[in-house]
Nanobody
Framework: VQLVESGGGLVQPGGSLRLSCAASGFTFSSYAMSWYRQAPGPERELVATISSAGRTTNYADSVKGRFTISRDNAKRTVYLQMNSLKPEDTAVYYC??????????WGQGTQVTVSS
């Protein structure tokens, strides 16, 4: 099983980034996919979730209206489009897969830094 994130980097406040997470080794279309983030500190914050078929999405209040989660089951990839980025969005962003049987997988993370 692998979840490989990409697309992180350094961006100025107000800018945009698109994160991708490529999945392999499990039945991608049977898993809900989420993005989490972790700034320095112990807590990992749930940012956005998309259902297995892509019909339902949920967002943290802090990113509503700015971030969009989407998925392409044919490409086994989930995306996070991040617009109007703020310094407080700086964190390591992790991809997560979870199914109804509570099988769960994590990616290795990609750093997003929002700074002028």
């Amino acid at each position: 099983v692998q979840l490989v994130e990409s697309g992180g980097g350094l961006v100025q406040p107000g800018g945009s980034l698109r994160l991708s997470c490529a999945a392999s080794g499990f039945t991608f279309s049977s898993y809900a996919m989420s993005w989490y983030r972790q700034a320095p500190g112990p807590e990992r914050e749930l940012v956005a979730t998309i259902s297995s078929a892509g019909r339902t999405t949920n967002y943290a209040d802090s990113v509503k209206g700015r971030f969009t989660i989407s998925r392409d089951n044919a490409k086994r990839t989930v995306y996070l489009q991040m617009n109007s980025l703020k310094p407080e969005d700086t964190a390591v962003y992790y991809c997560n897969a979870k199914n109804v049987f509570r099988n769960e997988y994590w990616g290795q993370g990609t750093q997003v830094t929002v700074s002028s």
